[in-house]
């Protein structure tokens, strides 16, 4: 077996790619739908936009991460994030999309000053005014200015945080620089805070075949919803940051099929109060795909998503095997 990568292979073995140079535009911003529970227990659906901001690398170094791609080396210079929403909520018609959420993902912390400069955080407060919910991602450790930052808010403030695995092997070798107690401990401080809090929750992590790394997400699943997680969102893991290619050459990745990711949608899906979604961004690399099923597949995840609901399996017109 490989020993675990420390910090410095894992930045040896990323591909050499150009990054995004600082700025006021962000990379990117879409609105999708997304499911939540209302206060009579009844799925509903809410606009959500996503604000995927320009910002600085974050300094963990996880294993199978590869947000950097998204990110510049330079310090997130002052005054950039705000000017970024501003552009990404020039023209957005809000008073037609009533109680919209919005994502700030900046691919790093959202806490850390050298991501997203303090001396922002008032203005960035102000600006999100309109929404009812803001979802920020954020490592366990750095939630100090969070209950601050959600003081200033009109809306509700959710931190989403990788959790990742709960497996007591995998987690550490992840380079997360976390363990299951801190994960628990800044959820206690954030729910105690009247903060909500979303997890990221990884399909087939390195070293477990795909069995074990579906019960394992099945786990981790369970875990963060006993510590008060309102959304989980499975991530099947992927490559593309070297490290993953690597261990998938020496036969420590197994890289998770689409049935596998339907599967823990379809264990865990139509628990009240508690969301669960799969993370399709990346659907057509899932192995067991073919172009004849994949589109109906993805389909079917996408309306699990929104309805929160086990729908019936669709009828494959190929040889693919579906969730079982
Ligand atoms: S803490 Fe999050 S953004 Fe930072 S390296 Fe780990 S997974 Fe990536
Ligand atoms: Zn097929």
Same mark, same amino acid.
């Given at each position: ?10 930045? %040896? ?9 600082? #700025?006021? *535009? ?7 739908? *997304?499911?939540?529970?209302? +206060? ?43 000017? %970024?929403?501003?552009? $990404?909520? =020039? ?21 850390? $000053? ?54 007591? *092997? ?28 979303? $997890? ?39 490559? #593309?940051? #070297? ?7 020496? #036969? ?5 099929? +689409?049935? +596998? ?5 379809? *264990? ?22 073919? %172009? ?12 699990? =998503? ?19």
């Amino acid at each position: 077996m490989l020993k675990p990568f420390d910090s410095q292979q894992i930045l %040896q073995l990323r591909p050499k790619l150009s990054r995004p140079v600082p #700025g006021h *535009e962000p990379l990117d911003a879409q609105w999708e739908q *997304e499911a939540f529970y209302d +206060a009579s227990g009844d799925v509903q659906a809410t606009d959500v936009i996503t604000i995927f901001l320009r910002g600085s690398e974050c300094s963990f170094r996880c294993l199978m991460c590869d947000l950097w791609k998204f990110t510049h080396l330079e310090r997130t210079p002052d005054g950039a994030i705000p000017a %970024q929403i501003a552009n $990404a909520l =020039n023209n957005v018609d809000l008073a037609s999309r009533q109680g919209a959420w919005i994502k700030l993902y900046n691919a790093s912390n959202f806490f850390s $000053a050298r991501n997203v400069p303090s001396q922002d955080l008032a203005q960035i407060a102000r600006q999100l005014d309109d929404f009812q919910r803001i979802i920020v991602e954020n490592h366990p450790s750095l939630c100090q200015h969070a209950i601050d930052f959600s003081r200033q808010l009109e809306g509700k403030l959710e931190v989403a945080m990788g959790l990742e695995t709960t497996h007591p *092997e995998v987690l550490p070798r992840l380079n997360k620089q976390m363990t299951l107690d801190d994960f628990q401990r800044a959820c206690n401080i954030l729910h105690q805070a009247n903060i909500d809090l979303r $997890a990221f929750v990884l399909l087939c992590p390195p070293w477990l075949d795909e069995r074990d790394g579906e019960q394992w997400c099945s786990h981790s699943i369970t875990f963060a919803q006993q510590c008060g997680v309102r959304h989980v969102s499975v991530i099947p893991t992927r490559g #593309g940051n #070297g490290a993953i290619e690597q261990l998938q050459k020496a #036969g420590q990745f197994h890289p998770p099929s +689409a049935a +596998a990711l339907e599967r823990v949608l379809a *264990e865990h899906i139509g628990q009240q109060e508690f969301v669960v979604t799969a993370d399709v961004w990346d659907w057509p690399q899932l192995r067991g795909l073919c %172009q004849h099923c994949s589109s109906l597949r993805l389909e079917r995840m996408r309306r699990m =998503n929104l309805t929160q609901r086990r729908l019936p399996k669709v009828d494959l017109p190929c040889r693919c095997s579906h969730e079982s």
